[in-house]
């Protein structure tokens, strides 16, 4: 079993102080990489993993107390993330609605940056495609995985206003484990994309 807790920091997050209790805990179960998302009525809503099911939602009207908002809301059943749907990344896109980055394996030894969109950020719809994958013989051959979003100060000179930075494996080690990169990606998805209050 494992739980998804809190910190405070008062500077500026240089050095933080853990919360009492968890904001996510169930005897038997396994939760991982949570992601926040701030809604305009003061409260936020944790996207996570439960593991052996797919990407659930929490929310909390009432800091730190989190409730469940029933069912799995991305489910690791499709062609890229049959074996797990993981480490969800939630951009709030102006006029668009959501967008989530997730990493999807098929197998335990490949993964895939996946993607998917949603009006209101609880019901989603997969695409059909990966967004990035595994390249031949490539630092990425094996897995395309665990990523996050960046946004750059200003537009870089592709028009880009933010990177994607992925996890990579070249699979060069047993059981295709190794060895481990951090990889940048820009985009189409870059375009009018922002972390802001939906």
């Known amino acids: 079993m494992n739980s998804i807790r809190s910190a405070v920091s008062s500077d500026g997050g240089r050095k933080w102080t853990p919360e009492s209790g968890a904001r996510l805990e169930c005897s038997g179960q396994n939760y991982s990489p949570p992601r926040i998302v701030f809604l305009s009525n003061g409260g936020c809503r944790l996207y996570c993993v439960e593991r052996g099911c797919g990407i659930i939602i929490v929310v909390s009207d009432d800091f730190p107390v989190f409730g469940g908002e029933p069912g799995v809301r991305l489910a690791a059943d499709g062609a890229y993330d049959s074996y797990a749907a993981f480490a969800p990344e939630i951009l709030f896109v102006v006029n668009a609605g959501y967008v989530m ?42 897995k395309c995985s665990e990523m996050c979003v960046i946004f750059l100060a200003q537009r870089d000179i592709a028009g880009a206003s933010c990177r994607m930075l992925y996890e990579a494996c070249n699979g060069t080690a047993l059981n295709e484990r190794r060895v481990w990169y951090i990889v940048g990606a820009i985009g189409a998805a870059c375009q009018n994309t922002q972390r802001g209050t939906p």
């Open 101 to 142: 980055y997730y990493a999807g394996y098929s197998h335990a030894n490949r993964a895939y940056t996946l993607r998917a969109t949603s009006e209101d950020g609880r019901t989603w719809r997969k695409e059909s495609a990966p967004v990035i994958a595994p390249s031949s013989g490539g630092w990425d051959a094996a």
